[in-house]
């Protein structure tokens, strides 16, 4: 099981907290450093103020040296998918080919509102993110010296010379691997058997874990995937500690219950942790990305990286 760090800056980081995570996440060995990607924060005072996702992993690709870096999940309704395929293949490159783009519909309506971006009904969000999968890995495996055209519903490319071109080239479809996650029955799974390179789940427990990924394997099936070729994943809450105290003032410290925590997230002691993990990796998990939210608490990553990582 790899076990990576995830964080949702929105609740109040500035660049220098985010990096001195990622950089005790990599010298520990966590297997990725990933951020959400919000522009307004969900409770709180969100001090010092939302940053920019792709902007921050640019700076990550040039601060940091091996661990991987991405998002759960960009928003399709942030930016152009032109523009995005853009930066995404620019900070792979400034990475040396260490980024992964998770990338969903969109959902958090106030922030729309609060930035002035437009905020379409389901129908159309879904439509939208759609025809992004499609127009971001057609840019990305157009061969070098063609061009590329796309004319949907929502969007039209003529004569794009499909460029620059990520490092890497190892997406189903060329280029970076692609995250899909949700909860959906229908859309979703279809949209993960065409075009994820990794399905993940976030914030759910093993009974849904077990129906949504059979959704997504009956889903590749159809189309003639093999559900091997996906990479399976969830996203839980992290809040470990060696006893009750120290669960529960890292429980206090985030505004949450302790048996709440340990219902939904990943909460207990080391060991209690380390066989939720198993359990989800009994349902195909094969990695788990840790929601880390009290970024200033290096400590708990250590006590992580030692008493959990190595038995998982």
């Known amino acids: 099981m790899e076990l990576r760090v995830f964080t949702e800056p929105q609740q109040g980081a500035t660049y220098d907290d985010l990096l001195a995570v990622a950089l005790e996440a990599e010298r520990l060995g966590f297997g990725a450093f990933f951020r959400s990607d919000h522009y307004l924060h969900m409770s709180g005072d969100g001090l010092p103020g939302s940053t920019d996702a792709w902007t921050t992993l640019a700076g990550l690709a040039r601060d940091t040296s091996t661990i991987r870096l991405g998002t759960l999940m960009t928003s399709a309704t942030f930016r152009h998918p ?10 792979d490159q400034m990475s040396g080919g260490r980024v992964e783009l998770g990338i969903g519909a969109g959902w958090f309506a106030q922030e729309h509102t609060a930035y002035g971006i437009p905020f379409p009904d389901t129908g159309e969000r879904f439509e ?14 157009t061969p070098v010296g063609e061009r590329y055209a796309f004319d949907g519903r929502h969007y039209r490319l003529d004569d794009s010379p499909a460029l620059p071109k990520p490092v890497q080239d190892s997406g189903l479809r060329g280029g970076v691997p692609l995250l899909i996650g949700g909860k959906g029955a ?8 065409a075009y994820a390179d990794e399905f993940n ?20 099936e159809e189309i003639g995937r093999d559900p091997a070729s996906i990479t399976w994943s ?4 992290l809040c470990v500690g060696e006893d009750d105290a120290a669960i529960a003032r890292r429980a206090e410290a985030i505004g949450r219950e302790v048996d709440e925590l340990r219902a939904n997230g990943l909460a207990g002691t080391p060991g209690e942790v380390v066989d939720k993990i198993r ?30 990582m190595p038995h998982v």
């Open 82 to 91: 032109g523009v995005l395929a853009i930066q995404v293949a620019q900070v």
């Open 128 to 141: 939208r993110y759609a025809e992004q999968l499609e127009l971001i890995t057609g840019l990305w495996s």
């Open 186 to 193: 229908r859309k979703t799974p279809a949209l993960a058997a």
């Open 201 to 220: 789940l976030p914030f759910v427990d093993e009974e849904f874990t077990a129906l949504q990924f059979g959704r997504v394997r009956r889903a590749a």
């Open 234 to 237: 969830n996203a839980l809450v």
């Open 279 to 308: 359990r989800y990796a009994e349902l195909g998990a094969e990695r788990i990305y840790l929601q880390v939210l009290d970024l200033g608490d290096l400590d708990h990553l250590r006590l992580v990286a030692a008493e959990v």
